[in-house]
T-cell receptor
Framework: GENVEQHPSTLSVQEGDSAVIKCTYSDSASNYFPWYKQELGKGPQLIIDIRSNVGEKKDQRIAVTLNKTAKHFSLHITETQPEDSAVYFCAARRGQGGSEKLVFGKGTKLTVNP | EPEVTQTPSHQVTQMGQEVILRCVPISNHLYFYWYRQILGQKVEFLVSFYNNEISEKSEIFDDQFSVERPDGSNFTLKIRSTKLEDSAMYFC??????????FGPGTRLTVT
């Protein structure tokens, strides 16, 4: 089955710097890759996602890139702010008609220092 | 903005007892899911539900687990006879298309 690996497990940056979190997946049939942000005491919040027919997607300060050949995708946060501090999870799922389940990475704890 | 809600936020139960975790998905969503997260581990898929039936379940989702959508708004997860290893955070999620999944705040289940 699908396996998703996520790095790094912790990341500390200065306010205003960029942060990059990387994930690799094993199942070449996966074609949907969401990213979630989880703040303390809350559920995972969907912040951006990408499907396999595009290589990059951007939404204000966050962007996701996908390399299907290498089976990896990354989250980029620019101009980080203290409120970006949270645990970030990547996930993968198969295309329509395949498994609906999301397979998650272990998470990255991002700390943005003021 | 509509949100998935879950009750209770924290449930403490004794081993062997039955628990029901409740979720109210976003109102126009058609796909429903349960996941769990044991402390310090990955979020794990339990079950998906569409068109009033289970569409997929993981190996964790054994005969002790069941799901139900008793009315047009609630979606429940029942654990018949809880074990210590069922202690975890349980998340409900819902989606419109079968791709995007929106998570609730979770129920922390503690089995003693």
């Amino acid at each position: 089955g699908e396996n998703v690996e996520q790095h790094p497990s912790t990341l500390s940056v200065q306010e205003g710097d960029s942060a990059v979190i990387k994930c690799t997946y094993s199942d070449s049939a996966s074609n949907y890759f969401p990213w979630y942000k989880q703040e303390l005491g809350k559920g995972p919040q969907l912040i951006i996602d990408i499907r396999s027919n595009v290589g990059e997607k951007k939404d204000q300060r966050i962007a996701v890139t996908l390399n299907k050949t290498a089976k990896h995708f990354s989250l980029h946060i620019t101009e980080t702010q203290p409120e970006d501090s949270a645990v970030y999870f990547c996930a993968a799922r198969r295309g329509q008609g395949g498994s609906e389940k999301l397979v998650f990475g272990k998470g990255t704890k991002l700390t943005v220092n003021p | 903005e509509p949100e998935v809600t879950q009750t209770p936020s924290h449930q403490v139960t004794q081993m062997g007892q039955e628990v029901i975790l409740r979720c109210v998905p976003i109102s126009n969503h058609l796909y429903f899911y349960w996941y769990r997260q044991i402390l310090g581990q990955k979020v794990e898929f339990l079950v998906s539900f569409y068109n009033n039936e289970i569409s997929e379940k993981s190996e964790i989702f054994d005969d002790q687990f069941s799901v139900e959508r008793p009315d047009g708004s609630n979606f429940t997860l029942k654990i018949r006879s809880t074990k210590l290893e069922d202690s975890a955070m349980y998340f409900c999620a819902s989606g419109r298309s079968g791709y995007e999944q929106y998570f609730g705040p979770g129920t922390r289940l503690t089995v003693t």
